[in-house]
């Protein structure tokens, strides 16, 4: 192995520029040469990539986002911009590719392995954490620490009011950020698209908080079958009008920030076996971490979405905030 590519792809997480650096070193150190492409697959279909070198990987580690720029390439998705990725794979004479991304840019990995044979490996960066074959996703941790920060400072004003707050999280598909962030912030409720629900129920726990609760936090996770935060207060004040009642939505401060030292460490032992894993001969797999021990999961099965979330953490939350 000679020369190797890597890019972001899809939505920013923060420690990807630490698993960028830790590609780029690891493969010096092995004596490969590395690209940067440039906005995800968009640089390898423009062929708009840099050379990464020792000194260019510097001073990125703690830096949230991604300096090598992303993008959720809408021409990857077609036989055009595939085509076109390959010749910039056979122009520049790459032997193998680390894809830093989620589940859309695993499946793009899928397909373009249908048209090239070029190795890929792939890094979990996704805030989301609802890939199979890792226990932590790279951002993860981070978003869930803002999560909780946001949602402590929510707490100190809904406390002064005497008011129930409505706050929504990320999660297209998945609730493990509204989960966990509603344990560590001692939300009194939490909806999930991973479980089914009935909004007469949360009417039904309101009206039974006990009366010496002075603030109560309701977390929605954005891929939620209530369809958000906003909907959930409709309904909520449609049943009881007189109850004093916000919405926040956190939005995209959840993607950004330096990266926690969980997610620092992760993305660094994730862009060294990446690079290992090239160098062994491997392709379409993601590097993960399952308990500890490095994982090695086909794209097929890791952008399965189905980790099930612990039911325990539900009645966790009710225990724990009643
Ligand atoms: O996939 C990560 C994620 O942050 C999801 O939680 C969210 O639904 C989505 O990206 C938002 O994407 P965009 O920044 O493209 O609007």
């Given at each position: 192995?000679?020369?190797?590519?890597?890019?972001?792809?899809?939505?920013?997480?923060?420690?990807?520029?630490?698993?960028?650096?830790?590609?780029?070193?690891?493969?010096?150190?092995?004596?490969i040469?590395?690209?940067g492409?440039?906005?995800?697959?968009?640089?390898?279909?423009?062929?708009?990539c840099?050379?990464?070198t020792?000194?260019?990987?510097?001073?990125?580690i703690?830096?949230?986002?991604t300096?090598?720029?992303?993008?959720?390439?809408?021409?990857?998705?077609?036989?055009?911009?595939l085509?076109?990725?390959?010749?910039?794979i056979?122009?520049?004479?790459l032997?193998?590719?680390?894809?830093?991304?989620?589940?859309?840019?695993?499946?793009?990995?899928?397909e373009?392995?249908?048209?090239?044979?070029?190795?890929?490996?792939g890094?979990?960066?996704?805030?989301?954490?609802?890939?199979?074959?890792?226990?932590?996703?790279?951002?993860y941790?981070?978003?869930?620490?803002?999560?909780?920060?946001?949602?402590?400072?929510?707490?100190?004003?809904?406390?002064?009011?005497?008011?129930v707050?409505?706050?929504?999280?990320?999660?297209?598909?998945?609730?493990?950020?509204?989960?966990?962030?509603?344990?560590?912030s001692?939300?009194e409720?939490?909806?999930?698209?991973?479980?089914?629900?009935?909004?007469?129920?949360?009417?039904?726990?309101?009206?039974?908080?006990?009366?010496?609760?002075?603030?109560?936090?309701?977390?929605?996770?954005?891929?939620?079958?209530?369809?958000?935060?906003?909907?959930?207060?409709?309904?909520?004040?449609?049943?009881?009008?007189?109850?004093?009642?916000r919405?926040?939505?956190?939005?995209?401060?959840?993607?950004?920030?330096?990266p926690?030292?969980?997610d620092?460490?992760?993305?660094?032992?994730?862009?060294?076996?990446?690079?290992?894993a090239?160098?062994?001969?491997?392709?379409?797999?993601m590097?993960?971490f399952?308990?500890?021990?490095?994982?090695?999961?086909?794209?097929e099965n890791?952008?399965?979405?189905n980790?099930?979330?612990?039911p325990?953490?539900?009645?966790?939350?009710?225990?724990?905030?009643?």
């Open positions: 192995m000679k020369k190797i590519g890597v890019l972001t792809s899809g939505g920013d997480s923060s420690g990807m520029n630490a698993c960028i650096r830790a590609v780029a070193r690891t493969a010096k150190f092995y004596k040469q590395t690209l492409f440039l906005r995800g697959y968009e640089g390898l279909i423009n062929d708009d840099i050379q990464l020792q000194e260019s990987v510097s001073g990125i703690h830096r949230g986002g300096f090598l720029k992303t993008a959720r390439s809408e021409r990857f998705k077609t036989q055009e911009g085509l076109k990725a390959n010749e910039t056979i122009k520049n004479n032997d193998g590719l680390v894809v830093i991304g989620g589940d859309g840019s695993f499946k793009g990995a899928i373009f392995s249908k048209i090239s044979n070029l190795k890929i490996v890094c979990p960066g996704t805030i989301d954490n609802d890939l199979v074959g890792t226990d932590f996703t790279i951002g941790d981070t978003a869930i620490n803002t999560v909780v920060e946001a949602i402590d400072k929510i707490r100190d004003t809904a406390e002064s009011h005497n008011r707050f409505v706050v929504e999280v990320m999660g297209r598909d998945a609730g493990i950020i509204a989960l966990r962030s509603a344990i560590a001692g939300a409720a939490v909806l999930v698209p991973e479980i089914k629900h009935d909004t007469k129920d949360l009417i039904l726990k309101i009206k039974n908080w006990r009366d010496t609760k002075s603030s109560k936090i309701i977390i929605v996770a954005e891929g939620d079958e209530s369809g958000g935060a906003y909907n959930v207060a409709k309904v909520i004040k449609e049943t009881l009008p007189n109850l004093d009642l919405v926040t939505i956190l939005g995209h401060i959840q993607r950004g920030g330096n926690s030292c969980m620092r460490v992760n993305a660094s032992l994730s862009g060294f076996h990446a690079v290992k090239l160098m062994e001969g491997r392709s379409n797999e590097i993960g399952i308990n500890k021990q490095v994982c090695y999961t086909p794209f890791a952008v399965k979405h980790q099930t979330l612990n325990d953490l539900e009645l966790l939350i009710e225990i724990l905030s009643a």
